[in-house]
């Protein structure tokens, strides 16, 4: 965070409810260190927002989790607000989502969550000056590397250095579908056939519970048959790995998952449905189907 003066380039965070942190495109290659990629949850939606302001994908965005935010801009800009629909307000003005908003000198904007959003993310044109560890201004829930969580009060510099055009129409995008029902892709895990009843994952379903943030996503649901009198040495774990525990009952692994776990993985989200992992709410049912 740099304390900066009113009249410079900054944006000043007036408040802040819920865990609103920096993404980018996190920070890859260094699972030999412990370490994960981390990165935006819904990535789609951060790049939608990056495109939006005409920046690349790499430029941090706030994905905010659930909560309201007032931001106040010193300087004129370009933001752009995307994932989970939130409820806009400049002033008095109603805003859309996934479009540029051209936003004046000493506005505040106002971004309130609705109905069972997860995820939102709000960029504004050239990056956030937030700190950058590693290559990446992304914070890591379970490592705690990257800025700490956004809060009231916090001032950040912004940059216009590697902007490109600003779009002079909204993107055709139809938007984050929030639903209580979702159905995911999956591919076999590499312990499968270690599981006596693996095939209940794709004919039964679960539940999100209370227990969601960005190392992961609890489920509830049927209790698979954990062959408890063996044991496995720690495996590599990736982004959407579905793990079974001693419970039994699966987790689906988020961006800043642990890059080793010693519980079997029965299958793996297939990437074009991570983004929908993003934002399942609790209490969501959750199928999985075979990816073809």
Not at 31 to 49: E, K, N, P, W
Not at 50 to 73: H, K, P, Y
Not at 238 to 257: C, E, N, T
Request: proline share 6%; charged share 15%.
């Amino acid at each position: 965070m740099s304390r900066l003066t009113l009249n410079s380039n900054a944006v000043t965070i007036e408040a802040c409810q819920g865990l609103a942190t920096f993404q980018d495109a996190g920070r890859p290659g260094h699972a030999h260190l412990a370490i994960s990629r981390s990165g935006a949850f819904d990535r789609q939606s951060h790049a939608l927002a990056n495109r939006l302001v005409g920046n690349n994908d790499q430029a941090a965005t706030i994905e905010l989790l659930r909560g309201i935010m007032e931001l106040s801009f010193a300087a004129a800009t370009v933001i752009a607000i995307t994932g989970a629909p939130v409820d806009i307000r400049m002033g008095s003005t109603a805003i859309s989502m996934n479009e540029p908003i051209m936003v004046a000198p000493r506005t505040t904007v106002v971004v309130r969550t609705v109905n069972l959003a997860m995820r939102t993310y709000v960029s504004v044109r050239g990056g956030y000056d937030a700190t950058s560890v590693m290559g990446s201004r992304s914070y890591d829930e379970l490592s705690k590397l990257g800025p700490s969580p956004i809060k009231s009060g916090d001032v950040y510099g912004l940059s216009d250095a590697g902007a490109f055009d600003v779009p002079h129409m909204s993107i055709a995008h139809p938007g984050v579908s929030i639903s209580d029902e979702v159905t995911l892709k999956v591919h076999k895990g590499p312990r499968w056939d270690w599981i006596h009843d693996a095939h209940k994952l794709v004919t039964t379903p679960f539940l999100v519970t209370s227990e969601v943030n960005r190392v992961g996503v609890r489920l509830s649901g049927h209790a698979f048959d954990w062959p408890t009198h063996e044991r496995l040495a720690s495996e590599a774990i990736a982004h959407g790995s579905i793990q079974v525990p001693v419970s039994g009952v699966p987790l689906i692994f988020g961006p800043d998952h642990p890059t080793t776990a010693g519980y079997p993985v029965i299958a793996v989200v297939d990437q074009a449905d991570l983004d929908v992992v993003a934002q399942v709410a609790p209490g969501t049912s959750v199928r999985f189907r075979m990816a073809s």
